[in-house]
Nanobody, 120 residues
Framework: QLQASGGGLVQAGGSLRLSCAAS????????MGWFRQAPGKEREFVAA????????YYADSEKGRFTISRDNAKNTVYLQMNSLKPEDTAVYYC???????????????WGQGTLVTVSS
């Protein structure tokens, strides 16, 4: 089970840190990813991290602004979001997979989502 939290309302240029706590599985065995879905749009990949945390991958629009990290001792993955823009407004989902991927269909376990709203 994955539980995402940390969303909220922030002004453009601000920052938020999302957290995703995992339970019930061997967290450190899974690659973790963050996806988002804006109103009226399809879900899109944001970032992913390898099981050890040594390798990370980002969507082009998030490079340099977002940082994904994980703490296997706490069974938690994080998404630090800086320099937020109104177009970052979306429900953010964390997900787990056995292979590092940018494709949502390859993620087998999903959190419930947390809403991020960026005002202009």
């Amino acid at each position: 089970q994955l539980q995402a939290s940390g969303g909220g309302l922030v002004q453009a240029g601000g920052s938020l840190r999302l957290s995703c706590a995992a339970s019930g599985r061997t967290f450190s065995s899974y690659y973790m990813g963050w996806f988002r879905q804006a109103p009226g749009k399809e879900r899109e990949f944001v970032a992913a991290i390898s099981w050890s945390g040594a390798f990370t991958y980002y969507a082009d629009s998030e490079k340099g602004r977002f940082t994904i990290s994980r703490d296997n001792a706490k069974n938690t993955v994080y998404l630090q979001m800086n320099s937020l823009k109104p177009e970052d407004t979306a429900v953010y989902y964390c997900a787990a997979t056995m292979v590092l991927s940018v494709i949502g269909a390859e993620y087998h376990w999903w959190g419930q989502g947390t809403l991020v709203t960026v005002s202009s």
